[in-house]
């Protein structure tokens, strides 16, 4: 079993900066790419970013390019977004989710946080 929780969402005005964190814990030796999603209210889930456990490589949505930026630290079992220039668009529960495998850009990921809602309005 495996459990993801987020932390780190909340306020902030457009250009401003965020930093979310996502704990795994469980049997996350069986998980190998990680990734950020997020669902803004009327519309479908979107991919983000993702990065996998080892390796230096990282994935980017063409929308936060050159904004968000995905880390993880091993030794924690953690998994961060830092999103900056934030704007009124990137408003979104964000969730943090898990793959035994490959990442993808859809919603295909067998493990999930429960999501933590980030707001971007002055």
């Known amino acids: 079993q495996v459990q993801l929780v987020e932390s780190g969402g909340g306020w902030v005005q457009p250009g401003g900066s965020l930093r979310l964190s996502c704990a795994a814990s469980?049997?996350?030796?069986?998980?190998?790419?990680m990734a950020w999603l997020r669902q803004a209210p009327g519309k479908e889930r979107e991919f983000v970013a993702a990065?996998?456990?080892?390796?230096?490589?990282?994935y980017y949505a063409d929308s936060v390019k050159g904004r968000f930026t995905i880390s993880r630290d091993n030794a924690k079992n953690t998994v961060s977004l830092q999103m900056n220039s934030l704007k009124p668009e990137d408003t979104a529960v964000y969730y943090c989710?898990?793959?035994?495998?490959?990442?993808?850009?859809?919603?295909?990921?067998?493990?999930w946080g429960q999501g933590t809602q980030v707001t971007v309005s002055s």
């Open positions: 989710a898990g793959n035994r495998r490959f990442y993808n850009t859809k919603a295909a990921y067998e493990y």
């Open positions: 990065i996998y456990w080892s390796g230096d490589s990282t």
């Open positions: 469980g049997t996350i030796f069986s998980i190998n790419a």
